[in-house]
C-alpha cells in the first residue's frame, strides 16, 4: 500500500511539474538554442539569409536562401520549402544535408530552395498560445516575402514543400490543409503521430506539450490537427503528390507505414517507401536524390524568359 502511495505521488508531482513548465512555454515562444552554422555550398550557389516581419508571428523570423548564382532576366524558378526537424533551427538543411547541390542550374534549370525557422512549433497554429501561429507565418507570410524578394514561380505549379522529422509532420499537413498551395510535398522520416501519442509517465511533459500544440484530448480541434483523422476525410482529388519515406531503424516507421496504409485506402496520389537506416542524415542524405528526382516530375517550369 505505502508503495502504491508512493507512486502516485510521484505521478502527481511529475504532472505538476509538468503543468508548471507548461504554463512557463505558453508565455512566450519556444526558440531553439543557438547552433554552430557551418553551411555546405556547391559551386554555382549562393547563400542568402533574410529577417522579415511575420504578421502571424508579431516578430521578425529568419530564414535561409540557395539558389542558383546565375538567373536569366526574367526567368522564374521553381521554388522548394524545406522544413527543420525538432531541436534544430533553420541552418538544419544547409549544415547537415548536401541539398545545396539540387539549386544549381545545370540540376533541370535550378531551383530556389527556402529553409525557414520552424522552432519546435511541428509548423501548426498552437492552440495553447494564439501567438504562436506557425501555419499561418509558412502559409502566408512567407511564402509571400518569398515571392517579393526572389525570382520565384509564384503559382502552386512551382511550389513545393519538404520535410524532416517535425518538418516531415508539417510537409504533409500544409499538404492536407493548403491543397492548392504546393503540387508536391515530400517527407523524411516525418512524425506524424504526436497527436495522438497517449500519455506515458516517462514523457509527461511531452504529452502536454502535445496538448497545448495540437488541443486537448479527444477535441474536435485536435482532430483536424491529427493528418490520421484529416485524412480520412479529405478528397485526394485536389491534394498534391505526397513522397515519404521511413527508415528500416526508426520507431516512425509502424506510424508512417499505417499513414500510407490510410493514403492507399482513399486512392490518394503517393509514394511510400521504407529505406536502410535510422532518424539522421546519413539516412536521408541518402534518399534526396530520388525525392528530388520525383520532386522535378510534379513542378512547372517557367519556361524561357520573354
Given at each position: 500500500?505505502?508503495?502504491?502511495?508512493?507512486?502516485?505521488?510521484?505521478?502527481?508531482?511529475?504532472?505538476?511539474?509538468?503543468?508548471?513548465?507548461?504554463?512557463?512555454y505558453?508565455?512566450?515562444?519556444?526558440v531553439?538554442?543557438?547552433?554552430?552554422?557551418?553551411?555546405?555550398?556547391?559551386?554555382?550557389?549562393?547563400l542568402?539569409?533574410?529577417?522579415?516581419?511575420?504578421?502571424?508571428?508579431?516578430?521578425?523570423?529568419?530564414?535561409?536562401?540557395?539558389?542558383?548564382?546565375?538567373?536569366?532576366?526574367?526567368?522564374?524558378?521553381?521554388?522548394?520549402?524545406?522544413?527543420?526537424g525538432?531541436g534544430?533551427?533553420?541552418?538544419?538543411?544547409?549544415?547537415?544535408?548536401d541539398?545545396?547541390?539540387?539549386?544549381?542550374?545545370?540540376?533541370?534549370?535550378?531551383?530556389?530552395?527556402?529553409?525557414?525557422?520552424?522552432?519546435?512549433?511541428?509548423?501548426?497554429?498552437?492552440?495553447?498560445?494564439?501567438k504562436?501561429?506557425?501555419?499561418?507565418?509558412?502559409?502566408?507570410?512567407?511564402?509571400?516575402?518569398?515571392?517579393?524578394?526572389?525570382?520565384?514561380?509564384?503559382?502552386s505549379?512551382?511550389?513545393?514543400?519538404?520535410?524532416?522529422?517535425?518538418?516531415?509532420f508539417?510537409?504533409?499537413?500544409l499538404?492536407?490543409?493548403?491543397?492548392?498551395?504546393?503540387?508536391?510535398?515530400?517527407?523524411?522520416?516525418?512524425?506524424?503521430?504526436?497527436?495522438?501519442?497517449?500519455?506515458?509517465?516517462?514523457?509527461?511533459?511531452?504529452?502536454?506539450?502535445?496538448?497545448?500544440?495540437?488541443?486537448?484530448?479527444?477535441?474536435?480541434?485536435?482532430?483536424r490537427?491529427?493528418?490520421?483523422?484529416?485524412?480520412?476525410?479529405?478528397?485526394?482529388?485536389?491534394?498534391?503528390?505526397?513522397y515519404?519515406?521511413?527508415?528500416?531503424?526508426?520507431?516512425?516507421?509502424?506510424?508512417?507505414t499505417?499513414?500510407?496504409?490510410?493514403?492507399?485506402?482513399?486512392?490518394?496520389?503517393?509514394?511510400?517507401?521504407?529505406?536502410?537506416?535510422?532518424?539522421?542524415?546519413n539516412?536521408?542524405?541518402a534518399?534526396?536524390?530520388?525525392?528530388?528526382?520525383?520532386l522535378?516530375?510534379?513542378?512547372?517550369?517557367d519556361?524561357?524568359?520573354?
Amino acid at each position: 500500500m505505502t508503495s502504491r502511495v508512493s507512486s502516485l505521488r510521484r505521478a502527481a508531482t511529475a504532472l505538476l511539474l509538468s503543468a508548471l513548465l507548461l504554463v512557463l512555454y505558453a508565455s512566450g515562444p519556444r526558440v531553439t538554442c543557438e547552433l554552430p552554422d557551418s553551411p555546405r555550398l556547391v559551386g554555382g550557389v549562393v547563400l542568402r539569409d533574410v529577417i522579415f516581419r511575420s504578421k502571424a508571428l508579431h516578430r521578425d523570423m529568419s530564414y535561409r536562401v540557395y539558389l542558383p548564382m546565375y538567373i536569366a532576366p526574367g526567368k522564374r524558378l521553381p521554388v522548394v520549402y524545406l522544413l527543420h526537424g525538432a531541436g534544430n533551427n533553420f541552418h538544419e538543411w544547409s549544415n547537415y544535408s548536401d541539398v545545396s547541390r539540387f539549386a544549381a542550374s545545370s540540376f533541370a534549370g535550378g531551383l530556389v530552395l527556402v529553409m525557414p525557422e520552424g522552432n519546435s512549433s511541428y509548423y501548426t497554429n498552437s492552440v495553447g498560445n494564439p501567438k504562436q501561429r506557425y501555419e499561418d507565418y509558412i502559409s502566408k507570410d512567407l511564402i509571400a516575402d518569398v515571392e517579393s524578394r526572389f525570382p520565384v514561380i509564384a503559382a502552386s505549379g512551382g511550389r513545393a514543400v519538404v520535410g524532416v522529422s517535425m518538418g516531415g509532420f508539417g510537409a504533409i499537413k500544409l499538404a492536407l490543409d493548403y491543397p492548392f498551395l504546393f503540387a508536391f510535398a515530400g517527407a523524411l522520416s516525418p512524425a506524424l503521430d504526436p497527436p495522438s501519442r497517449p500519455f506515458s509517465l516517462k514523457r509527461p511533459l511531452q504529452w502536454f506539450y502535445y496538448r497545448s500544440t495540437f488541443g486537448p484530448w479527444g477535441s474536435d480541434i485536435l482532430h483536424r490537427n491529427d493528418p490520421f483523422r484529416v485524412v480520412k476525410s479529405t478528397s485526394p482529388d485536389h491534394i498534391p503528390h505526397l513522397y515519404f519515406t521511413c527508415g528500416d531503424r526508426e520507431s516512425l516507421l509502424g506510424p508512417d507505414t499505417a499513414f500510407a496504409t490510410l493514403l492507399a485506402r482513399g486512392h490518394f496520389d503517393y509514394e511510400f517507401h521504407i529505406v536502410p537506416g535510422g532518424h539522421d542524415w546519413n539516412q536521408w542524405n541518402a534518399q534526396l536524390p530520388p525525392l528530388f528526382a520525383e520532386l522535378r516530375r510534379y513542378l512547372k517550369p517557367d519556361g524561357p524568359p520573354h
